[in-house]
């Protein structure tokens, strides 16, 4: 007759006849489940230009609970005009990792110092709660967005979640960031 013998985390070692060995034993309750991660390789912001600007505009992702900055990117603009408004598309390489339902903030601002008055890059947004999955909000600055701002937030080159409603605007600026919620994989 065979004989298992069978090591448990109790710490614990025994050795039963195989006849009596009929069920596979598992601790698959107490083990951590794996996170569902996603992988944010590219956000795109509607922006307005009016005349030249100069510079860079720079987005960092961040994790809300935690505060955690989980990708960055920036974008030169350096001579756009209104003829370039339009979809900018922010690109994460590596890809910006975040576990699936996480509130992420899109923070938006300006790398050029005393920018000039006709120096402008505005960022659309809609009119009210449009986006169901979080809000918009402004730190150092008294343009604080009426509604939500338009974005898309793409996983592996396919659409996630966006908010393509814009028909107000706000400043943005160096001395300020525009920020909109989303949450990832809903």
């Given at each position: ?9 109790t ?7 195989l006849?009596f060995?009929?069920l ?6 107490d083990a ?9 390789d ?13 510079g860079d505009?720079l987005?960092t ?15 030169s ?6 003829a ?10 590596p ?34 709660d449009v ?18 701002f ?5 996983l592996a080159?396919v659409?996630?979640?966006k908010?393509e ?13 525009l ?8």
């Amino acid at each position: 007759m065979k004989a298992v013998t069978l090591k448990y985390r109790t710490l614990l070692t025994f050795t039963l006849p195989l006849f009596f060995l009929l069920l596979s034993c598992s601790d698959d309750d107490d083990a951590a489940q794996p996170e569902n991660k996603l992988k944010v390789d590219k956000v795109s912001v509607y922006l307005d230009f009016n005349f030249e600007v100069t510079g860079d505009v720079l987005m960092t992702l961040r994790d809300k609970q935690t505060n955690q900055v989980i990708g960055t990117s920036a974008v030169s603009i350096a001579g756009f005009t209104d003829a370039n408004d339009g979809w900018i598309d922010f690109k994460f390489s590596p890809s910006a990792e975040v576990v699936n339902g996480t509130t992420c903030q899109i923070e938006l601002k300006r790398s050029v110092a005393n920018v000039p008055y006709h120096d402008v890059a505005l960022w659309r947004s809609g009119v009210g709660d449009v986006y169901a999955h979080g809000g918009s909000s402004a730190v150092g600055s008294s343009n604080v967005p009426n509604g939500d701002f338009a974005f898309k937030t793409f996983l592996a080159g396919v659409a996630d979640q966006k908010q393509e409603s814009k028909e107000e605007v706000s400043i943005l600026s160096n001395n300020s960031t525009l920020i909109q919620e989303f949450v990832s994989g809903k």
